[in-house]
């Protein structure tokens, strides 16, 4: 089971989802890191996800350490913990490989792409190294990353993904730090059925699931409760909400049914919201989508 920082809620047994388990990705709920923090206390959250700098362009995970211990500084004063860190390891093209999913591009964009795509893999334990270091300075062991660009036959390409996760997760279990794998269409572990199997390649503790549910819509996998029952709740280390899912659009879930499945299974971690309505109305939605998740969570 993975772990939970030391200020979550104490581990003897699952408990029902309630406010003290949701959080939010802060660049989606904010201008900047102050209006962050007031959103959190306006719901009485005890969590933020970290992912890039509101209203800024920088990664929490490529901050240089003294701006970083002043953000944690300022999260820790204001009663907050760091549940999650949304890093973007592995998000790009495996070299080698090329992606069903891109924009036109000039042959010269395209030789550019290859060649920024291959610095970032080999620099990749670099910048694990990097975002263990932020982790640590903000307070979470948990950490996102993905599975590069989305190949036309994503299971032909898992036993190299393989030997590409054994060192990262190696260092990741030195460092007692689980890095989550987020389901993401536009990687190679899109669905729940991709997760699982995934997990049953890397049995590692250390290596767990983002799950973000909404992300396997265009992938013929209904999320729950389909691609939940595929899941191994164990290996489960964060759960996304995106604002589609949870207010009155098309793809809206039973979130109610959501909760009540991962208490029943022994699910202890957080639920972050990842609102995603992009556009004018971001910070608005973010604000319906709060109280729509606390409102289920009573």
Known sequence: ????????????????????????????????????????????????????????????????????????????????????????LLKYGLPGTEPVRRRPESEEARARRIQQEG????????????????????????????????VEEPARLMPRLVEILDPMVALAAKEKVYLLVENEGSCNVATSAESAALMKMVPSKWLGINWDPLNAGGFQEIPFPDGYRLLPVERVGNVHIKGRSILDYPQRMDWKAVFEAFTRDGYRGCFGLETHIFGPQLIEMSHASMKEILRLVG
């Open 1 to 88: 089971m993975l772990a939970l920082p030391l200020a979550a809620a104490p581990l003897a047994a699952a408990r029902r989802v309630d406010r003290s388990r949701i959080s939010a990705i802060s660049d989606e709920c904010a201008n900047n890191p102050a209006e962050a923090i007031a959103f959190a206390r306006q719901y009485g959250l005890k969590w933020l996800e970290l992912r890039g700098v509101p209203g800024g362009k920088q990664a929490y995970e490529a901050m240089p350490e003294p701006e970083l211990r002043a953000a944690a500084k300022e999260f820790a004063d204001a009663g907050l913990g760091i549940s999650f860190l949304d890093a973007s």
């Open 119 to 150: 610095a970032r893999f080999e620099r990749r334990m670099e910048d694990l190294a990097r975002a263990i270091r932020a982790a640590r300075i903000l307070g979470t062991d948990k950490i996102r990353i993905f599975t590069f660009s989305r």
